[in-house]
């Protein structure tokens, strides 16, 4: 079992810059991914930057050059960096996680665990 608490979500102008955390707990292989997943009003989930136990990352095209995807290993943290925000970010965002085999589709990789979320609100 994982456990994934996601924090730092809030409300900024646009232009401005978040930066959210998940921390993990519990049991995590060591090949693993880990996904930022966003989910606006109305909208479907949508994949925003994904992570392997290599380091190996990528991004949305809606999202490069303005998010960065990070870890802290020591501190089993996530984070995901975001400047430059624009109206349309506004979401709830939400980290999951593979841990295991199977991270081999990048964002479609099916997940195993999911945290609650924390939201993020953009003005213009």
């Known amino acids: 079992q994982v456990q994934l608490v996601e924090s730092g979500g809030g409300s900024v102008q646009a232009g401005g810059s978040l930066r959210l955390s998940c921390v993990a707990s519990g049991y995590v292989a060591s090949r693993y991914c880990m996904v930022w997943f966003r989910q606006a009003p109305g909208k479907e989930r949508e994949g925003v930057a994904f992570?392997?136990?290599?380091?190996?990352?990528t991004y949305a095209d809606f999202v490069k050059g303005r998010f960065t995807i990070s870890r802290d290993n020591a501190k089993n943290t996530l984070y995901l960096q975001m400047n430059s925000l624009i109206p349309e970010d506004t979401a709830t965002y939400s980290c999951a996680i593979r841990s295991g085999d199977g991270c081999n589709n990048g964002f479609h990789s099916a997940m195993n665990y999911w945290g609650k979320g924390t939201l993020v609100t953009i003005s213009s």
């Open positions: 992570i392997n136990n290599y380091g190996f990352t």
